[in-house]
């Protein structure tokens, strides 16, 4: 915590001013290190790639390494990761940027956009032998139809790529004016102090593993940032190894 940059010595409208000026510095200066640590993290992300293939490289064109199929399927891996983590950042950056554009909001069946995505994964399934089970009650909810798609791809991915049970259950159901929609699977138990951090951008459990998985942190904070854009809420209730990722949305909106 930052503390103030002035001290507030009266309750009048001189002390409120200098209590509104001292917040709006801190929110400026976190505002700051939050975007230097977002440069930080995205250089971190690419050091490694662009170091493994300027190394390839410079073995190849010196002549100390001979090109074969295993040197140039990991120079495609390297480039892969690149590509992935540029596109995850792109439709960040995407999502930020519609904020101030709801005009683009429409109805739609979110039973149509969920079944769609769990049909899409098939083969996702059947490669991880993964039994995907699904309960969705339908209904029209206002928004980013391609948002949601977005959302419900990224939740089912990182289901799939952290799956420890063989199972996933999705479940879409209407509580208190919201449509809520629950990802539930086994994986690897969370700690509790990053059961919070998990929808942050560039945040992982467990950051050495991130090379094996291809995992950036970004995923997770893409479904953040759109349901956000819904004035919705996004979170993580787990017990164990049980986990379920969910979203809800208002369905005021429909009404309005």
């Known amino acids: 915590f930052l503390g103030p940059l002035y001290p507030i ?16 510095t801190r929110k400026l200066k976190q505002g700051e ?14 050091r490694t790639p662009l170091t493994n293939i300027m190394g390839y490289l410079e073995a190849l064109s010196s002549g100390i390494l001979e090109g074969n199929q295993k040197l140039y399927h990991s120079l495609h891996e390297e480039s892969l990761r690149i590509s992935r983590l540029v596109e995850q950042l792109h439709q960040l950056n995407i999502w930020e940027s ?67 049970g ?15 929609v629950t990802v539930t699977n086994l ?37 953040k940032e759109i349901i956000e854009l819904h004035d919705g809420m996004v979170g993580l209730t787990t017990k164990g190894d049980r986990h379920s990722f969910w979203f809800s949305i208002p369905l005021k909106r429909s009404e309005e």
């Open 9 to 24: 010595t009266s309750q009048d409208e001189v002390g409120q001013l200098i209590a509104d000026f001292n917040l709006l």
């Open 187 to 223: 994986g690897r138990e969370i700690p509790l102090e990053s059961q919070k951090l998990l929808f942050e951008r560039f945040y992982r459990i467990d950051p050495s593993r991130s090379r094996e998985t291809g995992g950036a942190g970004i995923g997770l904070a893409i479904v």
């Open 98 to 164: 519609k904020k101030t554009s709801l005009h683009a909001f429409a109805p739609f069946s979110i039973k149509n956009v969920v079944e769609t995505t769990l049909n899409a994964f098939t083969l996702d399934f059947q490669n991880k032998d993964i039994q995907c089970n699904w309960d969705i009650v339908d209904i029209n909810i206002y928004g980013y139809e391609d948002g949601i798609k977005q959302v419900m791809n990224n939740l089912l991915k990182n289901a799939v790529q952290y799956d420890m």
């Open 33 to 46: 290190e939050l975007r230097a640590k977002m440069v930080g993290d995205i250089a971190h992300e690419l």
């Open 166 to 180: 063989g199972w996933i259950h999705v479940k879409g159901e209407v509580i208190n004016e919201h449509y809520k």
